[in-house]
């Protein structure tokens, strides 16, 4: 059953592989035959529907991690590839500080909100900084409308204040095209839905971080010197976004 539905999905052109922001796919070498493409992407896609939020990623390092200690105030940033990527220069741009990534490349907010109990809540965070909407524009897990992510990142918020745990919703980075999606013209949607975001964190008391403002081009799109692929930022992005971040978690456990 499991391989009649991957292939319907890969004939339909509904498979979404696991990748980064970019759903990675399959390249083939010259001598790789159709045929051992398709069992390639079988088997990609197999494995996702077995696990489609991906609890795999993190279980075993969340049983490590552990509660946090006495007075220790964690935060958890949660995403896609984005936050997955910046992780590594945590202890560079945030030294000594008691921060968590819990990013998973070309992850959407559906599947962000089915592992938000394991990857956020059981951290006991004291913040979680939410940045996500980018995969959701480009079709990473099929079509979404504006109003569904808003309503995944809504139960996001609403899911960490019942926890006691203060949400910042970050605006989606600019982005002019996606590589693994070209002609998809996210940089309006991209600016719709942060406007939404920005309106709702006003009304809900939520901190919002503005991101956007200080990376995006002439053309909405993310600046050439914070990216090499137009969606991703490099090091030097991340030493923008660090310092922004930081002044949104000081203004959540301010307790806005």
């Known amino acids: 059953m499991k391989t009649v539905l991957a292939s319907t999905l890969v004939w339909g052109g509904l498979a979404v592989l696991a990748g980064s922001a970019t759903a990675q796919n399959v390249t083939p070498s010259p001598d790789t035959t159709s045929a051992e493409m398709l069992a390639r992407r079988l088997a990609a896609d197999e494995k996702r529907l077995a696990d489609w939020p991906n609890l795999a990623r993190y279980r075993d390092a969340n049983a490590v991690l552990g509660a946090p200690g006495g007075g220790e105030k964690r935060v958890v940033f949660y995403g896609n590839s984005i936050t997955d990527a910046w992780a590594k220069y945590f202890p560079t ?58 309503g995944y990142l809504t139960s996001m918020v609403e899911l960490a204040r019942a926890n006691g745990i203060r949400p910042v919703l970050s605006s989606v980075l600019p982005a002019y095209d996606y590589p693994w999606k070209p002609g998809v013209q996210p940089a309006p949607k991209i600016a719709a839905l942060n406007a939404w975001m920005k309106a709702y964190a006003a009304a809900n008391h939520v901190v919002y971080l503005d991101y956007w403002t200080p990376m995006a081009d002439e053309r909405q799109g993310l600046r050439g010197d914070l990216t090499t692929d137009g969606v991703h930022p490099t090091e030097a992005g991340y030493r923008l976004m660090a310092p922004l971040a930081e002044r949104a978690i000081a203004e959540a456990l301010r307790g806005r």
């Open 93 to 150: 741009e945030f030294p000594g500080k008691p921060y968590v990534g819990r990013g998973i490349s070309g992850q959407t907010t559906p599947q962000m909100l089915a592992r938000f109990r394991q990857d956020v809540i059981e951290l006991k965070p004291a913040v979680v900084v939410i940045l996500a909407g980018t995969n959701d524009i480009a079709g990473n897990t099929g079509p979404s409308t504006l109003e569904m992510i808003e």
